[in-house]
């Protein structure tokens, strides 16, 4: 069993390696998950014993394995999947994985991921004590006690996660990349994946960018979620995945066109709006 799980991990962390290297990772990035998975087949020890006693630090003692790989081993273990890795396939159904929260189902699970951009069990459990679920209509204190207490168990907590930290990344850094993934998507300069969620032809339409602005390394992709294209904005939203390999995981943001306001026809970084205005007159200034 020890092997059949740990070979079956690091199988998983070698499709991401291969997958970020055929996309256009850098080289750095694709080799973390080849070490990472070479380190848990190696391993003598179950990765899902190492878990359970000692959660992520446990993960973490495995050689090349540091906080954003462990999470995803995590990932794995706790639900059978890792949100990356169905991402870079373009194979990722977020809403489904919403909608195993108690007290969460499909249509809810829709709102979360469209709204507020939801993807994995940690995103719910931080919205939950960060205020943004109790801004969702049906939210009251007993449900979110009861989602807290259920992600506690199934994420292995040991207590409550501290509220997460004011975000540092600039907005004119994501701006910029966001501005050189449509520029190179436009120039038909980036790998095409074909989504399996809207899209009946199997057509590989959507460019995907792995790009990197010091420690942090950027995903970028077209939103392809019921609401854009609903809206008949999947070339308009992009959504930015990055993380810095620090302690608090992989970050999501949502860059649009804003269509109405002082910031009409310029990019901007959804819920980051007045550090947009700011930026903006401080350039034409």
Not at 23 to 39: I, M, T
Not at 227 to 252: F, I, N, P, S
């Amino acid at each position: 069993m020890t092997i059949r799980l740990n070979e079956h991990v690091a199988g998983q962390l070698e499709e991401v390696a291969r997958l970020l290297r055929d996309q256009g990772a850098g080289p750095y990035r694709v080799n973390a998950y080849l070490r990472a998975a070479r380190s848990v087949r190696r391993s003598a020890a179950p990765v899902d014993a190492m878990w359970r006693r000692d959660g992520l630090e446990g993960l973490m003692t495995l050689p090349g394995v540091g906080d954003s790989i462990a999470r995803a081993i995590r990932e794995l273990l706790v639900h059978g999947q890792l949100p990356m890795l169905e991402r870079l396939r373009g194979a990722g159904d977020a809403v489904a994985v919403l909608a195993t929260v108690p007290g969460v189902g499909r249509v809810l699970a829709e709102r979360l991921h469209a709204d507020l951009g939801l993807e994995t069990l940690s995103d719910v459990e931080a919205a939950a004590h960060d205020g943004r679920l109790a801004s969702v209509a049906g939210f009251g204190e007993k449900r979110l006690a009861g989602i807290r207490d259920s992600l506690a168990h199934r994420l292995g907590r040991l207590r409550l996660p501290p509220s997460p930290a004011a975000d540092t990344v600039p907005v004119a850094e994501l701006l910029a990349v966001d501005r050189e993934y449509r520029e190179k998507a436009a120039a038909g300069q980036l790998r095409l994946i074909a989504p399996r969620r809207f899209n009946p032809t199997g057509e590989a339409w959507l460019p995907v960018l792995h790009t990197a602005r010091g420690a942090r390394h950027y995903t970028a992709l077209y939103s392809n979620t019921a609401r854009a294209h609903k809206t008949g904005m999947t070339r308009d939203w992009v959504v930015l995945y990055h993380d810095d390999g620090r302690q608090g995981g992989e970050r999501q943001h949502t860059v649009i066109t804003a269509m109405r306001g002082p910031l009409a026809g310029h990019r901007i970084v959804a819920g980051r709006e007045a550090e947009c205005e700011a930026g903006y007159a401080h350039r034409v200034a």
